[in-house]
């Protein structure tokens, strides 16, 4: 009788311990659950804060680039250089090339708002791919325009 008393007592205890286990689980994955996702809200938020960073910086670099393109149109018009034909070329090329990348510009900054809704790690990824890409080529580009500048516009 006293072993029976004890096996019944035994495997109360054990369905306790098995429920109390269960409610755990249950209570350990709806935790992680939400540590993933206040994790994803954070990356989210660090992404749209260094996109439009980015993309004002580069607004303002389009911006200024296109007016020392108009001030370099003036001097082309006031000069007597020989070579104002070839200039006036390169003036074109190079404004072509700013309405170029003002699109792609606007282009990415339309496809990440639209992007946000389904964010994931890709997102951040492009970002990172395109401002490295973009940057670049709005460097070479505000050399090629100063070079013009320096070189044959007095």
């Known amino acids: 009788m006293s072993f029976s008393i004890l096996l019944l007592s035994c495997n109360t205890g054990t369905k306790k311990e098995l ?27 660090k992404t749209i804060t260094e996109w439009k960073a980015f993309n004002e910086k580069s607004e303002k670099m389009v911006s200024v680039l296109n007016a ?12 007597d250089q020989k070579e104002t034909i070839w200039l006036k070329k390169e003036l074109i090329r ?7 990348m003002r699109s792609k510009l606007r282009d990415r900054n ?16 492009k970002n990172e791919s395109f401002q490295r890409e973009f940057n ?19």
């Open 19 to 45: 429920t109390d286990a269960e409610h755990n689980l249950k209570k350990v994955n709806r935790d992680l659950q939400h540590a993933a996702k206040d994790s994803t809200n954070a990356a989210k938020e």
């Open 68 to 79: 020392e393109l108009k001030q370099f149109q003036k001097k082309i018009n006031t000069s």
């Open 94 to 100: 190079n404004r072509e090339k700013l309405k170029i």
């Open 110 to 125: 339309m496809e990440f708002e639209n992007g946000l809704l389904k964010f994931d790690d890709s997102i951040a990824s």
């Open 136 to 154: 670049y080529d709005m460097d070479e580009l505000s050399k090629a325009v100063k070079d013009l500048f320096i070189n044959n516009v007095k």
